[in-house]
């Protein structure tokens, strides 16, 4: 008996693609997409297509993307990358890099990276990685879909913030925790 494997598997109000032709789980806002800004040195607030992806290790930007914008790139003919695509193919390629800043919304702070230029989904004109992850750490609510950039020193804004060691929770029924175990909650 053949087993059609492109059917849906639906487990409580979960709703599985079993190996279809798009290989996607989700059914609704699969992926966490907006529109930020570049910059370069010879371009100022160009539109971008970004893809926020914490399971990309390096940010990327399209090959098509810089050719139409004439962003300028760094040839490394003699190095070669290897890419693990999210089909678990491995792709070796040319080193070509383009030093850009990134802004994903008006809220944050020019971001400066050296990008992997790459042929990505037509869809994206960016991907933003674990190095964004990392040096920018945004507020990402994942539900909402939303991001914030954390607040700076003397920033006011209606964004939330750590509690300070040792501060007590004021007007409210909470306990206040002892010193000892106040860096488990940062």
Not at 58 to 73: A, D, H
Not at 108 to 135: R, S
Not at 165 to 175: A, D, H
Request: glycine share 4%; hydrophobic share 35%; net charge negative.
């Amino acid at each position: 008996m053949e087993i059609d494997l492109r059917k849906e598997l639906i487990i409580g109000n979960i709703n599985l693609n079993l190996l279809s032709e798009n290989p996607l789980v989700y059914t609704s806002s699969p992926l966490c997409v907006l529109r930020g800004d570049l910059n370069t040195d010879t371009l100022l607030n160009v539109s971008a297509r970004m893809l926020l992806d914490c399971g990309a290790s390096t940010n990327y930007v399209s090959k098509e993307y810089c050719k139409r914008l004439q962003i300028p790139t760094q040839r490394y003919p003699n190095h070669q990358i290897q890419v693990k695509l999210g089909d678990n193919q491995n792709v070796s390629s040319e080193l070509e890099v383009a030093k850009v800043q990134v802004r994903v919304t008006a809220d944050f702070n020019w971001y400066d990276t050296t990008m992997v230029v790459y042929q990505i989904p037509d869809e994206f004109d960016i991907i933003l990685g674990m190095p964004f992850f990392e040096e920018v750490d945004p507020n990402i609510n994942w539900k909402t879909r939303t991001i914030h950039p954390k607040l700076d020193k003397g920033k006011d804004g209606n964004l939330t913030s750590s509690i300070e060691e040792g501060s007590p929770v004021y007007n409210s029924k909470l306990p206040v925790l002892p010193k000892m175990l106040m860096p488990c909650v940062r």
